[in-house]
C-alpha cells in the first residue's frame, strides 16, 4: 500500500495534526521523518498523529515516532496520538514507548 502523510495546522488547538496513511516501514520512514521535523520546524507546537488510516508500522516506524518525540521533547511540546488500532498500539505496549506518548481516547489516558 502506498504511504502517504496529511498535514495541517489546527489553530484552535494550537498543535500539528499529522494524518499518516498505508504502511510506516523501512521505505516510508524516511518521508515521515523528513516531512514531520519540516512540518514541526514550522510552526513549534505539539503535534497529534491520527493514526486512523495507518494500517502497518514496523521497527522503523516506531523509530520515527521517537525521532519527532525527542524534536518536542527539547521544546517542551508533546505527541498526542489517536486512533491507533490495536495491533499497532501494541507495539507500543511491548516496548514500553507508551510512557513517553499520550493515547488520546483511550481509558488509561492520562
Do not use: W
Not at 498543535?15 to 504502511?23: A, C, D, Y
Not at 527539547?74 to 498526542?80: N, P
Not at 496520538?81 to 505496549?93: P, Q
Amino acid at each position: 500500500m502506498l504511504f502517504q502523510l496529511s498535514r495541517q495546522y489546527d489553530e484552535k488547538e494550537k498543535r500539528l495534526i499529522l494524518k499518516p496513511k498505508g504502511e510506516l516501514d523501512i521505505t516510508s520512514t524516511p518521508e515521515f521523518k523528513k516531512i514531520g521535523e519540516r512540518e514541526y520546524n514550522k510552526y513549534k507546537s505539539d503535534i497529534l498523529i491520527d493514526a486512523e488510516d495507518l494500517v502497518y508500522m514496523d521497527s522503523t516506524g516506531l523509530g520515527a515516532f521517537i525521532y519527532l518525540l525527542k524534536l518536542c521533547k527539547g521544546e517542551d511540546h508533546k505527541i498526542s496520538i489517536v486512533n491507533m488500532k490495536k495491533s499497532i498500539r501494541k507495539l507500543f505496549t511491548i516496548t514500553k514507548l507508551d510512557d513517553f506518548f499520550t493515547f488520546e481516547g483511550e481509558e488509561n489516558e492520562g
